[in-house]
């Protein structure tokens, strides 16, 4: 299984960029989600997407302005981010588990891609 994050970059505070996570090596998963790690900080959840039902978590301070997706044709997975403040600035990574369980821990994901840095100045 593998999991291949893009389209981080350089943002201005008050930005959107949309990230995609593309699956390959395995059709089915129950959960894909996000996570984020800024610097000196620990990992954390930032959202999750049921495969098939669609249905979306969020962690809190994410909610209103940052949005789950995904495409089961492509196998792929999106997170749209609006309202970037300087604070959203960390590696971005994606993961995804077949145990059918929704985890906001990074120890409930199997597979992980290889992160994507977002940068917001302001």
């Known amino acids: 299984v593998q999991l291949q994050a893009s389209g981080g970059g350089l943002v201005q505070a008050g930005g959107s960029l949309r990230l995609s996570c593309a699956a390959s090596?395995?059709?089915?998963?129950?959960?894909m989600g996000w996570f984020r790690q800024a610097p000196g900080k620990e990992r954390e959840f930032v959202a999750a997407?049921?495969?098939?039902?669609?249905?979306?978590y969020y962690a809190d301070d994410m909610k209103g302005r940052f949005t789950i997706s995904r495409d089961g044709a492509l196998n792929t997975a999106y997170l749209e981010m609006n309202s970037l403040k300087p604070e959203d600035t960390a590696v971005y990574y994606c993961?995804?588990?077949?145990?059918?369980?929704?985890?906001?821990?990074?120890?409930?994901?199997?597979?992980w891609g290889q992160g994507t840095l977002v940068t917001v100045s302001s």
């Open positions: 993961a995804a588990d077949s145990r059918f369980v929704v985890s906001n821990r990074d120890d409930g994901y199997e597979y």
């Open positions: 090596g395995r059709t089915w998963y129950y959960v």
């Open positions: 997407i049921t495969w098939r039902a669609g249905k979306k």
